[in-house]
């Protein structure tokens, strides 16, 4: 009888089963499709599409709650054969700002805080992803998903406004006024949100913070504008108007195209107007920046 140990006992062999699997040989995606799909990702996160149930309510009630006052316009407006729109393009965002200013504390977080507190930032840029194209993915979904909120009723008072036969250019260039200025809101919003959030981890802290952002300092402008006005101390009130999200995006609209002011106290003149410009420019460009440093720390711890 032989050992195990003798050498004309052949030794177990292992045995490799082929079950089917097949290695990936399509064509692989570059950047950009990668970037493209991370943006319309983040778009229906933003909206609850792709998340659970409990995720749809909050942002699909706030689109309601923001289209139900321009349907209530419009149909006053018709059946009342009025000859103009009963509140104008450009002040439809500054009256709804507690609407817009919930979804933005809502959702920025949710886009924001939860892939660098999980740190599930890191297998986004495991894959052929540059740490600044996810900032600005990032930023370009949470503007896209506030500028759909800004732009519906908008597009509910021209549709109103063409089937009461207003004057077709004029609503058509009221609304295109609008349109741009909400545009701009909605980067200003967005970066603004998304820099906040970036800054703390905690989705509580970061809700807490985009609120006090966006509504007290709103609080606190109108506040120190109506006192001025009161005073006559205009330019006050217009420079105080650059602390303000809402405020500065009314008072450059109102600059550019000889808006219909939401503010007491709206820039007047070329200098101020200029100033508004460059504020803009400056919170963008600045958000941003920042935004680029605080991922370049978090990918390096």
Same mark, same amino acid.
């Given at each position: 009888?032989?050992?195990?140990?003798?050498?004309?006992?052949?030794?177990?062999?292992?045995?490799i089963?082929?079950?089917g699997?097949?290695?990936?040989?399509?064509?692989?995606?570059?950047?950009?499709?990668?970037?493209?799909? @991370?943006? !319309?990702?983040? *778009?229906?996160?933003c909206?609850?599409?792709?998340?659970?149930?409990?995720?749809?309510? *909050?942002?699909?009630?706030? !689109?309601? !709650?923001?289209?139900?006052?321009?349907?209530i316009l419009?149909?006053?407006?018709?059946?009342?054969?009025m000859d103009?729109?009963?509140l104008?393009?450009a002040r439809?965002?500054?009256?709804t700002?507690?609407l817009?200013s919930?979804?933005?504390?809502?959702?920025?977080?949710a /886009?924001?805080s939860?892939?660098?507190r999980f740190?599930?930032?890191? /297998?986004?840029?495991?894959r052929? /992803?540059?740490r600044?194209?996810?900032v600005?993915?990032?930023?370009?979904s949470?503007t896209a998903a506030?500028?759909?909120?800004?732009?519906?009723?908008?597009l509910?008072?021209?549709?109103?406004g063409?089937?009461?036969?207003l004057?077709?250019w004029?609503q058509?260039?009221g609304?295109?006024?609008?349109?741009?200025?909400?545009?701009?809101?909605?980067?200003? /919003?967005?970066?603004?949100?998304?820099?906040?959030?970036?800054?703390? &981890?905690?989705r509580?802290?970061?809700?807490?913070a985009?609120?006090? +952002? *966006?509504l007290?300092?709103? &609080? +606190?402008?109108?506040?120190?504008?109506?006192i001025?006005?009161?005073?006559?101390?205009? &330019?006050?009130?217009?420079a105080?108007? @650059?602390?303000?999200p809402?405020?500065?995006?009314d008072?450059?609209?109102?600059?550019?195209f000889?808006?219909?002011?939401?503010?007491?106290?709206?820039p007047?003149?070329t200098?101020?107007g200029?100033?508004?410009?460059?504020? &803009?420019?400056l919170?963008?460009?600045?958000? +941003?920046t920042a935004?680029?440093?605080?991922?370049?720390?978090?990918?390096?711890?």
């Open positions: 009888m032989s050992s195990p140990s003798d050498p004309r006992v052949a030794p177990p062999r292992g045995v089963h082929d079950i699997y097949r290695p990936y040989a399509g064509p692989r995606l570059g950047e950009g499709q990668v970037a493209f799909s @991370l943006f !319309l990702t983040g *778009l229906r996160n909206f609850g599409l792709g998340r659970s149930g409990k995720s749809k309510v *909050l942002p699909l009630l706030l !689109l309601v !709650l923001m289209v139900l006052p321009a349907l419009v149909a006053v407006m018709v059946q009342l054969k103009q729109q009963l104008p393009y439809y965002a500054m009256v700002q507690l817009v919930v979804f933005v504390a809502a959702q920025a977080p /886009l924001i939860r892939d660098l740190r599930t930032i890191t /297998l986004y840029l495991a052929p /992803l540059r600044s194209t996810y600005l993915v990032r930023l370009a949470l506030v500028f759909i909120l800004l732009v519906a009723p908008l509910v008072l021209l549709l109103g063409l089937l009461a036969d004057s077709v004029g058509v260039r609304f295109l006024e609008a349109t741009a200025a909400v545009l701009v809101l909605a980067a200003v /919003l967005a970066c603004l949100s998304a820099l906040v959030s970036a800054v703390t &981890t905690k509580g802290i970061a809700v807490a985009v609120i006090v +952002v *966006l007290v300092s709103y &609080t +606190v402008v109108s506040a120190i504008q109506g001025s006005v009161d005073q006559g101390n205009d &330019t006050l009130g217009q105080v108007g @650059l602390f303000c809402f405020t500065l995006i008072g450059l609209q109102h600059w550019v000889n808006a219909p002011p939401s503010t007491p106290a709206p007047e003149g200098g101020i200029v100033v508004f410009l460059i504020v &803009t420019v919170v963008l460009a600045g958000s +941003v935004m680029l440093l605080r991922y370049r720390k978090a990918v390096s711890v």
